[in-house]
């Protein structure tokens, strides 16, 4: 008998809302500064931050919220840049609740190793005690033999329990030296940061824009009080990026584009399958220019497909044959943070996906925010930014394009974007035909 990895033994969600699907308004529990951390090592938010002015630059925040899963929570977020070298960061955050869950999460971002000056080594590490989670797993009776997360499937069916989250990871990224890469790791920093306006107006890795190559180990485990722990609650591997960034700004585009390939591969063990994924992903900025009111109007696209060749394909573990598949915290999946923005994350997940999103971000001339009684005197808030958006995908257990471009999923929404101490922090309100989502967060989308 074949053993599905998405059985519900098996598969949960990385990073979950911690809030129940079902509800109206999903505030997302790493919402605050949880989250803003929790973005940094996928999305590499800190590498856009500005070196340190001086020797160590320090800020922090303290935040309270609650949630229906979380009871009342209390934590502390900060950032020390300039950590031993002048464009390395320590970033970190803990959480304690009045149910017992608690989460702490730190990293350590751009450091150059001495020699190796095209080189840039991060890790971080997530460890999360969740006393009540919801995941779209199989085990809710009321949906029999219906699999949750998949396209067509209930946003109600789903299976609310405790869970311990591990995540650990290290990247080492190489800047090629060619066109804008070719004076260094720390060069492109800088030139990530604070813009460059000679990128973007062509596109030709060995003329323009800064390209590199990734290699990130990772581990990642979610051990499920209500389920038996097997061969699929935890997900050990490398992947293996390659991108092409000729966009004139990271956190302000207005011109060019950013392409990335990604394979992930997970050999498996004695008691693991092995699997693999791939994906692609394309982002395009177009400048409107400026009006009487607006400084800055860009029109941002993103196109991104997923799939997962060895779903079809099945090894020998423990004397069962089982599914060359990663369980759902590891593979393809959409909704959250970043795609099909208005529902839960990971809300659908499956073999191969495609996603597509379509932004308008526009900076007004009236910035009344460094000028606020608490907060303008405490924090370095030079702009921000009013978005409106809207996302389309779908996921499927075949890699097939005409039914991944049927009944797809479609979310809109907007939001307020600002630059807090070097950071770009997102506000966003998203709405889908099951819920409405409020988030804060950190990064541009892309």
Known sequence: MLNNAHSGQQIACTLPEHTKPASRIAFTLKSTAASLLLAASAQNAIAASEPAAKEHDVAGVPFLFSSEDWGTAFGGAGIIKGIGQPQASLFGTAIASSNGSALIYTGLHNVIIPGLDQMLVSVNALYGDYKQSSYYLPGNPEFGAEQPGSNDSSKEN???????????????????????????????????????AAAGKEWNPLTSGISSFEVQPFYESQELEEFSPDSADRAAGIKFILDYDNRNSSQLPTRGSQTTFTYTKDWGSENRADWATWEFEFSKFINLGSNEYLDQQVIAFNAWIADTPTWNDTTNVNGVEEYKRPPSFAGVSLGGWDKLRGYNTDRFYGRSAVSYSLEFRAIPHWQPLEDLPIIGPLYDIPWWQWTLFIDAGRVADDFDLGELHSDMKYSVGGGIRFKVEGVTVRTEIASSKEDNQLRIFINQPF
């Open 158 to 196: 789903f299976v609310t329990t405790s869970s311990v989250e591990q995540r650990y990871a290290a990247r080492f990224k190489y800047i090629l030296p060619i066109a804008e890469g070719r004076n260094g790791a720390l060069a492109s920093l800088k030139q990530d940061a604070l813009g460059n």
